[in-house]
């Protein structure tokens, strides 16, 4: 064996020899999933276990193969020992935020750390600090007396590291491909594990299967949805058993408008909806929705939660408690969408309780699909009417044109000068946002009228004065808004893309304007309360306030998108992307020089972990 491929071995048998000690310290994870008691469940974890834990030892080992070939092995084995000795520590670390935050070590908690002058969110005594150094410093001897013998003196030759390398590579495989197939089924004992490892983003083909004719997701979604299944066991969610015990049972009705802009609710924009409810309404002026996208956006509408909440709850197929809570009551069920409800996992999020689920509605274009979906509600509410009228009823309609720019060739289009179309291809910062805003705008002026015949509908069969009606909308959209070439959302957490129009109407709705800071959040504690008659503590199960409450009025609301979040503050926004990077921005996006992380940053962290089991 030559010299370099004996370096290279070296490091690769010391990599391999971490195994045991990090499968030690990743026992630490454990107790933050609910260990499987199925069969693929249990080969899951085991799978796991071994390939993904296998894989990061073996990036370990990757750092240290440019230096294998140009480092003698005195200089070597000590840079190995470091990187050994580094990863551990690392992973224990890492063991130890995930345990009190549920998420993994990054940039944005190493600057919480630096900046954590008073102790509000890291505090430790100084026998933690002895622990810890002293802990280190016996990783670090171990690591080098193991280094040293693996690289110098030749002791790797007896290991097969090859083949080990391979069953570490074949496992991982073999997770990969076991998870491909119980996220198509719905295998909540083998989605639950995913989100609980450092670095695992499992591999997921659902939709190719179903496109190959090898899955059927409705049959197989079906065999899993249940009513009664409990929050995921890392949830202490609701904190205390919920109490309700409504006085009356008002019918529950809500109308979202995909990317709908809190500037695009007026008289002229959205006539029908103005003339129904700016007098009769309750309007919120400063409302913010929880995600700058559909996924977090509805999610943080149905569970009062906020974002870092999804991974896990989709993993777990947890239902929200709103909707759970209505199935208790008996509350009939009318969900319908333009858009395909599973496209952005709210079969197995907001909807996994309800079975059967219309995932989506049929039509060539947006603007069809919409109609269709109107259509299909009024015979829906005529067909419940007639077999079951004395049971209340939730229902959801969920309007699509806006998003897609979707207007009909003969619908009134009031907003000019008026693009045919939107092309993203064609956008950049010195595109005229003006023909484009005014087609968003004109297509949101295309699904008021559908809403208006919603409305009026309401009004002819007598449930209006007994329906508790909210109008909003996912999130918002952005057009060049600040000339920083943002367009579309899910890409800032400003107000185009977070600020969304609300409005209420219903009994025990008072008419009004209200100016205060509120959220998606505070939606669902809302009905809870005053249509489901929850008298708990809001605190036990929403992370949001009392959207009647006229003293609402938050300092700061957080917003998700599918890997960042926004603090939003009157003056700032706090942005953290998926990997831990942060900056301050202003409320036009301009970063604010040597600004420090504002108490809000610290709260919100505290948010983070307020229904996690501690």
């Known amino acids: ?89 690392a992973l224990l670390v890492d063991t130890v935020v995930y345990a009190q935050y549920r998420f993994h070590v990054n940039y944005f908690m190493v600057s919480l750390f630096l900046n954590d002058k008073n102790g509000e969110i890291f505090s430790f005594s100084i026998e933690t600090w002895l622990i810890v150094a002293g802990v280190a410093l016996a990783l ?75 899955l059927d997701p409705r049959a197989a979604r079906s065999e899993r949805a249940d009513v009664n299944v409990k929050a995921a066991d890392e949830l202490e969610w609701p904190l205390n058993p919920l109490q309700c015990s409504p006085q009356s049972s008002p019918n529950i009705m809500l109308v979202m408008i995909d990317s709908w802009r809190s500037d695009e609710f007026d008289a002229r924009t959205t006539p029908n909806i103005h003339a129904a409810l700016e007098q009769s309404g309750r309007r919120y002026t400063q409302h913010y929705s929880g995600g700058n996208s559909t996924r977090t956006g509805v999610m943080s509408l149905f569970y009062g939660l906020v974002g870092n909440y999804y991974h896990y709850i989709n993993n777990t197929q947890t239902p929200p408690l709103l909707v759970t809570e209505m199935q208790r009551q008996d509350y009939a069920l009318g969900i319908f969408a333009a858009a395909s409800l599973d496209s952005v996992g709210f079969d197995r999020t907001v909807f996994s309780s309800v079975s059967p689920l219309r995932t989506g509605t049929p039509g060539e274009t947006p603007h069809g699909r919409d109609a269709r979906m109107t259509d299909d509600w009024l015979s829906w509410l005529d067909q419940h009417e007639r077999v079951e009228g004395d049971r209340p009823w939730f229902g959801m309609l969920f309007y699509d044109a806006p998003h ?14 008026s693009a045919s179309e939107m092309n993203y291809l064609e956008l950049g910062p010195d595109t005229d946002p003006t023909p484009l805003s005014n087609l968003h705008r004109n297509s949101v002026h295309y699904d008021d009228q559908l809403i208006g015949r919603v409305i009026d509908d309401l009004k002819a069969r007598g449930e209006w004065d007994n329906t508790v009606l909210i109008v909003t909308a996912d999130h918002g959209q952005s057009f060049n ?134």
Request: glycine share 8%; hydrophobic share 50%.
């Open 481 to 614: 808004d600040f000339h920083k070439n943002y367009w579309g959302h899910n890409s800032n957490f400003a107000a185009p893309q977070t600020h969304v129009p609300m409005i209420l109407h219903g009994p025990g709705v008072p008419p009004g304007v209200e100016d205060g800071m509120t959220s998606h959040l505070d939606v669902a504690p809302m009905l809870m309360r005053h249509a489901l008659g929850c008298t708990n503590p809001l605190s036990d199960y929403a992370q949001g306030g009392d959207l009647l409450d006229e003293q609402l009025d938050h300092p700061w609301v957080i917003a998700s998108s599918y890997l960042d979040y926004g603090v939003i503050e009157p003056d700032r926004i706090t942005v953290v992307d998926g990997t831990g990077k942060w900056k301050i921005l202003d409320r036009q996006l301009d970063p604010i020089e040597n600004a420090d992380f504002s108490p809000a940053v610290f709260e919100a962290l505290q948010q983070f972990r307020q229904f996690y089991e501690k």
């Open 404 to 417: 897609g720019y979707s207007v009909p060739e003969d619908a009134a289009m009031p907003f000019q000068p």
């Open 1 to 89: 064996m030559d010299v370099v491929s004996s370096r290279m071995r070296g490091t690769l048998a010391l990599a391999l020899c971490q195994l045991p000690l990090v499968w030690l310290i990743a026992l630490r994870y454990l107790p933050f999933m609910e260990v499987p008691h199925d069969g693929w469940g249990i080969l899951y974890l085991v799978l796991t276990w071994i390939g993904h834990f296998g894989l990061l030892v073996l990036l370990g080992w990757v750092l240290l193969l440019i230096p294998a070939l140009v480092l003698p092995s005195r200089l070597l084995w000590p840079l190995a020992a470091l990187v050994a000795a580094f990863g551990a520590s």
């Open 140 to 214: 670090l001897l171990a690591q080098g007396w193991l280094a040293r013998r693996l690289i110098m003196t030749g002791g790797q030759r007896r290991l097969p590291v090859g083949k080990i390398s391979g069953v570490l590579l074949l496992a991982l495989v073999a997770s990969h491909l076991l998870h491909i197939v119980a996220d198509a089924r719905y295998m909540r004992s083998v989605t639950q594990q995913t989100g609980v490892y450092p670095l695992l983003f499992p591999a997921t083909a659902k939709d190719f299967m179903a496109d190959h004719g090898w």
